[in-house]
């Protein structure tokens, strides 16, 4: 089924277990930078992103090791019944950090090379089409008052996005808001967009492998088999 899923990203890429194991050791202090003084690479980003396919491989979404972004992606790639190149898209959505934004596109570069879902031609940041890349201008952990402002901007991206997905989407098809990554202030917004613009809301539990789900059309949470 031609799926929209729009995922909030969090900064998990730099968190996880697999960061002091990789062997490069540039890399691995690159991705252990304090967050108040990330200076983004674009080299270290694929290299990262690299590691993150590379665990993928041995592990899948088990034990946390991967970044939750991706464990949640691959969940509702089922779910969805998204096949590769049926048409479906995908959207990161960053918050206004330097980490957050490289967290974004290490998520987004990694989700291309695991899942394949595509065979466009990616520019340099891995955007085309299909997969695309955004911000929250605003949202960030420091100021409330930018963050209350910035946190609006992620319905003008679900209702693009929302829009263009429709032109030439099948009249069966989902839309999806992964919120399984990013500030949990993003939430509420988060849910009451999905609610009134008709999305799933979808979250990866904790350190589970398993994803809860809200139908827009009802009060309910839908807890699927594995």
């Known amino acids: 089924m031609k799926a929209l899923i729009v995922s909030t990203v969090g900064t998990t890429a730099f968190t996880n277990p697999y960061v002091d194991s990789i062997p490069a050791n540039n890399l691995r202090r690159w991705a252990n ?7 983004a690479d674009g080299i270290l980003e694929l290299a ?26 691959a969940g509702l790639l089922g779910w969805c019944e998204v096949t590769p190149g049926d048409g479906s898209r995908f959207v990161f959505v960053a918050s206004d950090t330097s980490q957050g934004k490289a967290a974004a596109r290490v998520n987004l ?12 031609a990616a520019d340099a940041e891995g955007q085309c089409a299909h997969i695309k890349l955004e911000s929250l201008p605003g949202v960030q952990p420091k100021d409330h008052q930018k963050f209350a402002k910035g946190v609006k901007r992620l319905r003008d991206v ?6 263009e997905f429709r032109e030439g989407a099948p009249m069966e ?5 992964n919120v399984t990554g990013g500030y949990k202030g993003l939430v509420p917004w988060a849910a009451e967009y999905a609610r009134v613009l008709e999305f799933w809301v979808a979250y990866l539990y904790e350190e589970s492998e398993h994803l809860i789900f809200k139908n827009p059309e009802a009060d309910s949470v839908a807890i699927p088999e594995k």
Do not use: N, Y
């Open 158 to 163: 679900m209702l693009t996005h929302r829009a």
């Open 109 to 120: 570069l990694a989700f291309r090379r695991i899942f394949k879902m595509c065979a466009c």
């Open 33 to 39: 930078q304090d967050a108040r003084c990330f200076a």
């Open 173 to 177: 098809h989902r839309l999806v808001m």
């Open 48 to 73: 990262l992103a690299d590691e993150i396919v590379r665990v993928w491989g041995v592990v899948r979404g088990k034990g946390g090791q991967v970044p939750a972004e991706i464990a949640s992606l």
